[in-house]
């Protein structure tokens, strides 16, 4: 199975940096999120009759992340360097959200968005087609589905 991965030459120092980095953020924010969620809808069969396509991605991508090795996502959150300053970004971000929202600055939230389209330059609408494209495709919840927890995508 291709799983979308490709291999690009990078330095010691821009693996440890901005790779292992930008893998903690991802799978923290995966992993926020999957802790989250009992907090907020007591079941996943409930969650995923009215959830938001968005939200049946990220519910998927989370699980793809929480059916895989305990020890491999221990290793990237705990062990590899670039993984704490990675989380604290992310807190920070989840902290200014909060901010602009309890101070009602739509303002402040409007530039913050602006700010993030910036960043993502002549990638946005190669990026947002891609979301599109990962969004078309219905996520089936009422279909039959194991219960079984499978260790098949330890591939980080």
């Known amino acids: 199975m291709d799983a979308g991965a490709r291999v690009v030459p990078l330095t010691a120092r821009e693996h440890d940096e901005e790779l292992v980095a930008v893998q903690a953020l991802t799978h923290s924010a995966l992993l926020a999120f999957a802790r ?3 907090g907020i809808v007591a079941d996943a069969d409930r969650c995923l009759e009215f959830a938001p396509p968005p ?3 990220l519910m998927a991508l989370a699980a793809r992340v929480t059916s895989g090795s305990p020890e491999t996502y221990w290793d990237i959150q705990g062990a590899a360097p670039g993984q704490r300053p990675a989380r604290s970004t992310l807190a920070q ?13 739509p303002a402040a939230f409007a530039q913050s968005l602006a700010e993030n389209r910036e960043w993502f330059n002549t990638n946005l609408v190669l990026l947002t087609d891609l979301a599109q494209t990962a969004l078309s495709h219905s996520i089936d919840t009422t279909a039959p589905h194991s219960k079984e927890t499978h260790d098949v995508y330890d591939d980080h």
């Open 36 to 38: 989250s969620l009992p």
């Open 55 to 57: 939200t049946r991605l």
């Open 93 to 105: 971000a989840l902290t200014q959200i909060d901010d602009e929202l309890v101070q009602d600055s």
